[in-house]
């Protein structure tokens, strides 16, 4: 059986790059799918708190992305 070394920097970046090319799509979506909620949301009652949540579980969520793909 032959081994084939291959240098982990460069796997490691190919994981990065499939990892966001595979997740971005998703939270662009999730984001885009809100928006007209996140348009009308904050003249609601608890509008701001709910429009804040929604903000923060989407800077979470890229944060998080953008965090496990540097591992």
């Given at each position: 059986m032959v081994h084939i070394a291959l240098p982990t920097a460069a796997?490691?970046?190919a994981q990065r790059v499939l990892l966001v090319a595979l997740?971005?799509?998703?939270?662009l979506i999730a984001v885009?799918?809100?928006t007209?909620?996140?348009l009308?949301?904050?003249f609601l009652r608890n509008g701001t708190r709910r429009t804040k949540d929604l903000l923060g579980a989407?800077?979470?969520m890229a944060?998080?992305?953008l965090r496990d793909?540097?591992?």
């Open positions: 796997l490691r970046g997740l971005a799509p998703a939270l885009i799918a809100t007209p909620a996140l009308v949301v904050p989407f800077a979470a944060a998080t992305l793909s540097r591992s």
